[in-house]
């Protein structure tokens, strides 16, 4: 992506908000931005975004976004920084060969995996079998709340959870140890459950993530430009919804969640070439509203085989090397549908294999090491000198479950496949002693918060 093609995106999306516009299905937001200086369209619900209205809230979106963990620590996101990495949302739970509805059970598991790959900075809640129908918000938050000290980001599903999602944030910490986030349902549309979660969410620090999901060929233009330019648009009218109510509200861009129609099979894919294509996209359109960008590793893949391996090794270095400053993935088969800690413990060796790539070769006077080049001689060895003691460790990856050895170990081990190997890994992450998040008095106070709201929603 280059400077003039963002720019050429850019007028295309403020185009398409100038005319026709996006339907704003909440009465009291529609409301606030005809005050805010928007101008009506020609449909009900249909709001036209003037250009300087536009341009003006998103100057007022920060630069830097600061997600917080439970340790007095957390990360900061920014448009041209290091990439943070988080897990994704589900449906159901994947362990060896099992396939099922994740419970909550699962997510503790899941989570106690995620809490000890150290190139996960952060957690998503999940949807939940055995919670009621519509909770699994504030339920998974409060689980999450004592299994993980990572950032938690949720799921919103209506909005009184939002409400008691709130009220949580204000019982563990004053700072943003939970975001939340909502996707523009388009072509060029905010539902009102989207608003209004925007809504109840404001005004209380809670970053929060600005989704276009365009798909390829269904809502929005077959041509990738296209797409971007409906999802750029719908980012930018949530973009403008979220500082009206909540002026400098942290915000991330997120158009990485576009994906692609394949014609022949009707299935949304979501691990196609033109996915990182899209995610860089998402990265340059970050980098040219001075925001930070976000985008989703993914997988068509049913378990944890070749294609994933292939699909989200090729997914996470291309969005590294893109400089996506937010990235979704870890952990994730069948398109968001479902997750495994095998996945997990996977996805974690190629992150830390891609990263060790894009570091790169220092170039200096000690690695050319000439000197100790000179002292060991012709014919000499290396691998008893002071220099390969200092620099081995830092200067080589060493991975945990990639198998290194000779056949004959591979054969001592069961011809052990990498499959096997992260499902070993997994269960030795969940079957570790957790230390529980909470202090007694916060997971009191989060239980009566949960227990309030699932008897007002019986």
């Not at 409400?163 to 943003?176: F, I, S, Y």
């Not at 009102?192 to 269904?218: K, S, Y």
């Not at 230390?435 to 309030?452: F, K, R, V």
Request: glycine share 10%.
């Amino acid at each position: 992506m280059t400077e003039e093609a963002a720019e050429r995106i850019h007028r295309a999306s403020l185009n398409l908000l100038d005319n026709p516009g996006v339907r704003i299905e909440h009465e009291g937001i529609y409301k606030a931005l005809m005050q805010a200086g928007a101008k009506p369209g020609t449909d009900a619900q249909v709001v036209r975004f003037p250009n300087a209205l536009v341009m003006d809230c998103v100057g007022q979106v920060p630069t830097e976004v600061f997600f917080a963990d439970r340790k007095g620590g957390g990360h900061t996101v920014t448009p041209d920084g290091v990439s943070r990495v988080w897990s994704v949302p589900g449906l159901n739970y994947q362990r060896r060969g099992s396939h099922r509805l994740m419970s909550r059970a699962d997510l503790v598991d899941f989570a106690h995996v995620l809490n000890q790959l150290g190139e996960v900075d952060g957690i998503f809640g999940a949807a939940l079998s055995d919670a009621p129908t519509g909770t699994g918000d504030v339920v998974g938050l409060r689980i999450l709340a004592n299994a993980t000290h990572k950032h938690i980001r949720v799921l919103s599903f209506t909005p009184e959870g939002a409400d008691a999602l709130c009220a949580m944030r204000a019982v563990v910490a004053d700072r943003p140890w939970f975001s939340v986030g909502f996707t523009a349902h388009g072509p060029l549309r905010w539902t009102h459950l989207a608003l209004e979660i925007f809504a109840r969410t404001a005004g209380h620090g809670i970053p929060c993530t600005v989704n276009g999901e365009p798909m390829a060929g269904v809502s929005g233009p077959t041509t990738l430009a296209g797409a971007a330019a409906v999802g750029t648009a719908e980012i930018l009218a949530g973009l403008v919804v979220n500082q009206v109510l909540e002026p400098g509200r942290p915000c991330v861009y997120n158009l990485g969640l576009a994906h692609i129609f394949d014609m022949r099979t009707a299935i949304a894919v979501t691990g196609a070439p033109e996915n990182h294509l899209l995610a860089d996209v998402s990265a340059a359109m970050g980098r040219f509203y001075h925001l930070p960008s976000c985008s989703w590793v993914s997988t068509e893949s049913m378990c944890v085989d070749g294609q994933a391996s292939l699909e989200k090794a090729i997914g996470f270095l291309t969005h590294l090397q893109s400089g996506v400053s937010l990235i979704w993935g870890v952990g994730q088969l069948e398109s968001e549908m479902t997750l495994s800690p095998a996945q997990a413990v996977s996805d974690h060796e190629i992150l830390r294999y891609a990263r060790r790539y894009l570091r790169g070769m220092e170039v200096t006077e000690e690695t050319l090491a000439v000197d100790v080049t000179r002292a060991v001689g012709i014919s000499g060895s290396f691998l008893d000198t002071d220099h390969t003691l200092a620099h081995f460790r830092s200067e080589f990856f060493e991975p945990s479950v990639l198998f290194r050895q000779k056949r004959a170990n591979w054969t001592a081990r069961g011809n052990q496949t990498l499959y096997d190997a992260a499902e070993d890994c997994a269960d030795a992450l969940i079957g570790r002693d957790h230390t529980p998040q909470l202090t007694d008095d916060q997971d009191a106070a989060l239980s009566d918060i949960e227990a309030a709201f699932l008897a007002q929603r019986r």
